[in-house]
Nanobody, 125 residues
Framework: QVQLVQSGGGLVQTGGSLRLSCAAS????????VGWFRQAPGKEREFVGA???????RIYYADSVKGRFVISKDDNTVYLQMNNLKPEDTAIYFC???????????????????WGQGTQVTIAS
């Protein structure tokens, strides 16, 4: 059973940067799809980006973060580098993984079996 442990996050000014990490324990990410989601107060959890199939490594982003956020990986950790942050990026950020997810389900919360604990990201205007 894989467990996802998140780190990073915090409070930054508009235009600043933060990096989130998501490490797997108990099992590797090999063969899995790893996604990032966020949930702002009063809103539904939404897709931010994902690495589809770890060993293939195709990366996808939500339009709202494309060009500002970068997903990368090494060993058994996935990173979300967030640049040029805006107040509307304020949310709790979650990583998630699944081994049987298909591409058409990449952006669906329900498609992921395992979730990190979440980390707060706050952007001050």
């Amino acid at each position: 059973q894989v467990q996802l442990v998140q780190s990073g996050g915090g409070l930054v000014q508009t235009g600043g940067s933060l990096r989130l990490s998501c490490a797997a324990s108990g099992r590797t990410f090999s063969g899995a799809t790893v996604g990032w989601f966020r949930q702002a107060p009063g809103k539904e959890r939404e897709f931010v980006g994902a690495i589809f199939r770890w060993n293939v490594g195709r990366i996808y982003y939500a339009d709202s973060v494309k060009g500002r956020f970068v997903i990368s990986k090494d060993d058994n950790t996935v990173y979300l580098q967030m640049n040029n942050l805006k107040p509307e990026d304020t949310a709790i950020y979650f990583c998630a993984s699944d081994r049987s997810l298909i591409l058409s389900s990449l952006r669906l919360v329900s498609a992921y079996d395992h979730w990190g604990q979440g980390t707060q990201v706050t952007i001050a205007s």
